[in-house]
């Protein structure tokens, strides 16, 4: 029996937290994610062009299998309104055999 997929979690941010809900719902809709988890209230803090920036961001987790990476890559190129935004991929090291199936079955 082949191992199942692996399960990954992607992490967004976005300042605009109703771009980045609408963003996160067309990937749950398209298959590309199962799930995604909208936490507000992030302060980022970062250099950019030379300074210090201090922003309010809204950042989303989202679950997905690894084979779908690539593809949010691609997406938030075309949608998201940052020149550069972040966008990182982390294995789940450990996951519940019954959310993992269901994070597979959920994506395409």
Not at 10 to 17: E, F, K, L, Q, Y
Not at 82 to 93: F, R, W
Request: hydrophobic residues 40%.
């Amino acid at each position: 029996m082949a191992e199942p997929e692996q399960v990954v979690d992607v992490s967004i941010t976005a300042g605009d937290p109703e771009l980045l809900a609408r963003l996160v719902r067309d990937m749950v809709d398209s298959g590309l994610v199962a799930c995604g988890n909208i936490i507000p209230g992030v302060r980022s803090i970062y250099r950019w062009d030379g300074a210090v920036q201090d922003d309010p961001e809204t950042l989303a987790v989202l679950h997905t299998r690894r084979s779908r990476v690539d593809d949010i890559l691609a997406f938030m190129a075309e949608h998201h309104p940052d020149e550069t935004p972040q966008v990182i991929a982390t294995a789940a090291v450990h996951t519940h055999p019954g959310y993992q199936q269901w994070v597979i079955d959920s994506t395409r």
